[in-house]
């Protein structure tokens, strides 16, 4: 047998084996295969193919062996060299396989695939400035460019650059205009980038081409969730379920919408369906947790919360969610130190990351350090009722021998805070730039911690915000004498910009006609606290005999509104800074909370360790406020008829007490 007759034996061997191999005959193929080897061990396509068959059922080894071979025998055939390279970052040998492609390059026999994987590898360790590099460069090459723009459209994504990966995607359509993938992925970056319309559009096209794609179901559901289309969320995502039942996303997907929405039952059928599928998916273990947290099975809550951390332990939503849950149970000196993850740098926050980081302040981060003789800057976060909550603190701080307290806030508050006793500085937040320097600096909601605040030491002591007497006066002849005037707040901020906060201020807010039962009572004289541009004109809504008394057109600050609340008798209202504001100023006040109250209201207790004056009244079913206002309507009738008329008119208008109407004195 001559030499060339063996080669054409070896070649016929590997034909029949790639033939065999494409109809999925495995066993024959690889025999195939084996032959040519046999008859020529150097025919580097036999090698390499049979690596690819032998890599397919797991022999990751023996296959790294034949991409060498067929490597050694033909240095510059690039299917065995892109074949060892994805093996081996499959493998995780990042740094080999990041070798054999630097080898390829270097010896400049790498093509656009070689580049194209190198870029991918390269990514895939972070090296996101030289993956893009190494995949512009592949396009340069010729070939097909789609895949290398698809790929290249998502380092742009991961390097912050929204626009140019959108404009790489579209010139990946522009090749394969019928590219679900492509579709895909575009209508998921406009929908990263607030580009809903078109968001929308890309993502139906997808799925037009290719309706069976449960990742592209989920993507529409979000943008369908996030524009309020709920309905349509729901169904995106009972669809994608039912195409890939193991779908994970699908059904976490499904229980954070019916958590949203506070049907707790269903939520927690479907993080237990997701968890069925792993059961250690963090983000299901803690969404479980939270609907735990909020059907008052704190217990169960913080065993699960207490198994995310034992998988990932710098989760810091898990950590802030369980100081949270401990916070509830009253469990202070555990939770105070966790809570101070809600400012650790992390992924996770989404649309709340600008809230989440902390500033940069000429001082020293005050950790509990001796405060004598020193300067202090509190600083505020969050909203406007953690401010007026925490302001409690301020002549604390003052009393352990500060030389300067400053006190930055947000301008509808500095009018009040400025005569809390011990503020020596009262700085709005809209212009605090070029700040002094200071000793230390201290976030408003970390002064409990390092106060060392317990549930039995509570700093309770009400009023700590008053209001001036020449406010009080511009506003006692506003409000008619009755014999009983009643403050109302029916609705907070709904924040649509921020989901989360969306979503808790649909569940603490009512329509002001749901406070109608209420405006019916005898005696009672009505008076809207009620701000907000899409909530204050809800009075307009009420019948005109029973509308409250509103001036809040005329409010400019929180000053505004303290000033009115002294002249009223108590002060009815969800879960809204109003709340923490009447309190604060020692006035009863009567607080509807939903279902799934605030922390900072504890576990079922109707009154509050913050704030003496104050009466909860809890929903006792998700949603149910009416059996809430029915409650609310019984104990303010019985208040009515207990107030002998000619008292509560003496009371109304005795005028401002010193500790009504006077804070420090200002020289």
Request: aromatic share 6%; with cysteine.
């Amino acid at each position: 047998m001559t030499a060339n007759t063996q080669i054409q034996t070896a070649e016929q061997c590997f034909e029949q084996g790639v033939a065999e191999h494409q109809q999925g005959l495995i066993s024959q193929a690889e025999a195939a295969y084996r032959k040519a080897i046999e008859l020529d061990p150097a025919h580097a396509a036999a090698l390499n193919n049979l690596g690819v068959l032998l890599e397919g059922r797991g022999e990751s080894n023996q296959a790294e062996a034949l991409y060498r071979a067929a490597l050694s025998s033909n240095p510059t055939y690039a299917d065995a060299l892109n074949n060892l390279g994805l093996l081996l970052a499959a493998s995780g040998r990042a740094a080999d396989a990041e070798a054999v492609y630097a080898h390829a390059i270097d010896n400049h026999f790498a093509d656009s695939t070689t580049y194209r994987q190198c870029g991918n590898l390269l990514a895939s360790i972070g090296l996101l400035d030289t993956a893009e590099a190494s995949l512009r460069h592949a396009l340069t090459l010729g070939g097909d460019p789609y895949p290398t723009l698809l790929d290249l459209s998502s380092v742009l994504a991961r390097q912050q650059r929204p626009a140019e990966a959108a404009q790489r995607l579209l010139e990946a359509l522009a090749r394969r205009p019928a590219s679900p993938v492509a579709h895909a992925r575009l209508g998921a970056l406009l929908q990263s980038m607030q580009r809903l319309d078109e968001a929308e559009a890309h993502l139906r096209e997808s799925l037009r081409i290719e309706p069976n794609q449960p990742e592209t179901l989920c993507d529409l559901a979000a943008l369908f969730q996030n524009t309020g289309r709920h309905a349509d969320a729901e169904a995106c995502l009972h669809q994608a379920a039912s195409l890939a039942p193991g779908h994970l996303r699908a059904h976490g997907s499904l229980g954070n919408l019916y958590l949203a929405a506070a049907r707790y039952a269903e939520a927690e059928a479907s993080f237990r369906r997701a968890l069925a599928i792993d059961a250690s998916s963090v983000e299901a273990l803690n969404n479980l947790a939270r609907v735990l947290e909020s059907t008052h099975r704190s217990k169960e809550a913080e065993e699960n919360y207490r198994r995310v951390l034992e998988i990932d332990p710098s989760r810091v939503p898990t950590q802030l969610n369980l100081s949270m849950s401990m916070l509830r149970d009253g469990r202070f000196e555990e939770a105070w130190p966790l809570y101070e993850s809600r400012y650790a740098e992390s992924s996770f926050w989404g649309d709340e990351a600008a809230l989440r980081v902390k500033p940069q302040l000429p001082a020293q981060e005050w950790q509990g350090e001796s405060l004598k003789d020193r300067s202090l800057l509190v600083w505020p976060e969050q909203g406007y009722g953690d401010s007026l909550q925490f302001a409690r603190y301020f002549p604390l701080l003052k009393a352990k021998g500060l030389k300067q307290l400053t006190v930055v806030c947000p301008r509808a508050l500095v009018s009040l805070f400025e005569r809390i006793e011990g503020v020596d500085t009262c700085l709005p937040l809209e212009d605090a730039r070029d700040l002094p320097k200071h000793d230390f600096w201290c976030f408003t909601m970390s002064v409990p911690l390092q106060m060392g605040t317990t549930l039995a030491n509570v700093p309770a002591s009400v009023p700590y915000l008053t209001a001036s007497a020449e406010r009080i006066a511009h506003w006692e002849a506003r409000v008619p004498e009755a014999p009983l005037n009643v403050g109302l707040v029916w609705a907070g901020d709904p924040r649509p910009q921020l989901n989360s906060a969306h979503e808790t201020d649909q569940r603490r807010s009512l329509h002001a006609r749901a406070f109608l039962p209420l405006l019916n009572t005898p005696g009672v004289r009505f008076v809207s606290l009620q701000k907000g541009a899409s909530t204050q004109p809800q009075i307009d809504e009420l019948p005109p005999a029973v509308r409250p008394l509103d001036l809040m057109h005329e409010v400019e600050s929180f000053a505004d509104t303290a000033a009115i609340i002294t002249q009223l008798d108590l002060i009815i209202t969800v879960d809204t800074s109003v709340a923490h504001l009447a309190a604060a100023m020692g006035k009863p006040v009567w607080m509807l909370s939903r279902y799934d109250g605030c922390w900072r209201w504890l576990n079922d207790r109707d009154d509050s360790p913050w704030y003496p004056t104050m009466r909860l009244f809890r929903q006792v079913r998700p949603g149910d406020w009416d059996e809430v206002i029915g409650r609310v309507q019984k104990a303010l009738t019985e208040r009515a008829d207990a107030a002998p008329v000619q008292a509560a008119v003496q009371t109304k208008r005795k005028g401002p007490s010193k500790s009504g109407a006077s804070g420090k004195k200002k020289s």
